[in-house]
Structures are given as structure tokens and as C-alpha cells.
């Protein structure tokens, strides 16, 4: 997803017009490493 993004922020773009949406993408890959971080410090048993 990182490098899905990196490419789509510069002139590399696969999809057109996909610059709009990058602020959202950047959130949600921060939500999800922020989630895998919580899930390693308390694993279910």
C-alpha cells in the first residue's frame, strides 16, 4: 500500500485522477499500522 502510494503521488500515477484521494489512503495505512502495533502488545489468548 506504501508503495501503491508513493507512486501515485508522483508523475507514475495508474490511476487517473487518484491525487484526491491520497490524504485518505495515507490515513488509513497510519490507522492500520497503529492497529497492528495495538494487536502485537495485547495478543488474545
Same mark, same amino acid.
Request: aromatic letters at 4%; hydrophobic letters at 40%.
Given at each position: 500500500?506504501?508503495?501503491? =502510494?508513493?507512486r501515485?503521488?508522483? *508523475? ?5 485522477? *487518484?491525487?484526491s ?9 497510519r =490507522? ?7 494487536? *502485537? ?5
Amino acid at each position: 500500500m506504501e508503495k501503491g =502510494i508513493e507512486r501515485e503521488e508522483n *508523475s507514475f500515477a495508474m490511476l487517473p485522477k *487518484s491525487r484526491s484521494g491520497l490524504p485518505d489512503a495515507k490515513n488509513t495505512l497510519r =490507522i492500520m499500522r497503529k492497529a497492528l502495533d495495538e494487536i *502485537s502488545i495485547f495478543p488474545v489468548l
